[in-house]
């Protein structure tokens, strides 16, 4: 089965960018439909993003507003998610997800990385 290793967290200040990296091994990458979720402290999961297999296909929630871009590398076995913009209520622990077979971008994940904390604040 598919594992994830969630990357590229860290504090940023408010207006600032950061990239995601999630690399994925034990499986054939292009077989999985790709996700971001987030959790803050004391609230509930968040969808952030979705990307298909082939990258043709991407999905948002609706508080990204334009601000985040979900793309992937097969070649690589990674998702990427570049956050820009970033605001203090973006502040969470990011996860990504892999899910097989035909996506729901909004369905069910088969498989979840540990998270990377993405701290904004001054």
């Known amino acids: 089965q598919v594992q994830l290793v969630e990357s590229g967290g860290g504090l940023v200040q408010p207006g600032g960018s950061l990239r995601l990296s999630c690399a994925a091994s034990?499986?054939?990458?292009?077989?999985?439909?790709m996700g971001w979720f987030r959790r803050a402290p004391g609230k509930e999961r968040d969808f952030v993003a979705a990307i298909n297999w082939s990258g043709t296909s991407t999905y948002y929630g609706d508080f990204v507003k334009g601000r985040f871009t979900i793309t992937r590398d097969n070649a690589k076995n990674t998702v990427y998610l570049q956050m820009n913009s970033l605001k203090p209520e973006d502040t969470a622990l990011y996860y990504c997800?892999?899910?097989?077979?035909?996506?729901?971008?909004?369905?069910?994940?088969?498989?979840w990385g540990q998270g990377t904390q993405v701290t904004v604040s001054s």
């Open positions: 997800a892999a899910q097989k077979g035909l996506f729901a971008p909004m369905g069910e994940y088969n498989h």
């Open positions: 034990g499986a054939t990458f292009s077989n999985y439909g």
